[in-house]
């Protein structure tokens, strides 16, 4: 499943190249929500979302309470093994960004690994490029995503898996 000792990556690869991703969950790992913004040459040339199933479709209170999707709202979404093959096609071999990379890192290893697929396949680094990390580094203080994209002056509603997806895109960009 790859490393899981995340405070102790130390991604070093910056390509013009990469994607940003973003997951809202319904409880604990379970995807209720997904974003993948594609970069090429320094510009956002394509966007994936979807609203996402959970297994058995339950959902904690407080996670309702930060993004507010709800058990009704992906009653008749695809599940994540449904969506997988066009994440597969987007993340593959791709450099992937993400705010706090571990946490989304871990969803994509855990909904897969739920499913019986293997990580391996996407071929893609232990750790993943982290603007959490990146601004933190800067001095941000704080350096969650609505702190450095009101900093930066990048629009955002947050817990909105594509907004916070365009939004870790353009300040991996900025960094």
Known sequence: MGNLDFESCSCLSVKPDFVAIDFETAVSFRVCAVAVVSVKSGRIVDEFYSLV???????????????????????????????????????????????????????????????????????????????????????????????????????LNHHEALSDARACARLYMMK
């Open 53 to 155: 199933r959970p297994r058995g479709n339950y959902y904690n209170y407080h996670n309702i309470q930060v993004h507010g999707i709800t058990a009704a709202d992906t009653e008749s979404a695809p599940s994540f093994r449904e969506i997988y093959p066009i994440l597969r096609n987007l993340l593959h071999s791709n450099v992937v960004v993400a705010h706090n990379e571990s946490f989304d890192r871990r969803v994509l290893q855990e909904s897969m690994r739920e499913m019986g697929l293997d990580y391996a396949d996407l071929c893609l680094p232990d750790c993943w490029e982290c603007t959490l990390k990146i601004y933190r580094k800067k001095g941000f203080k704080p350096a969650n995503l609505k702190a450095c994209a009101d900093k930066m002056g990048i629009e």
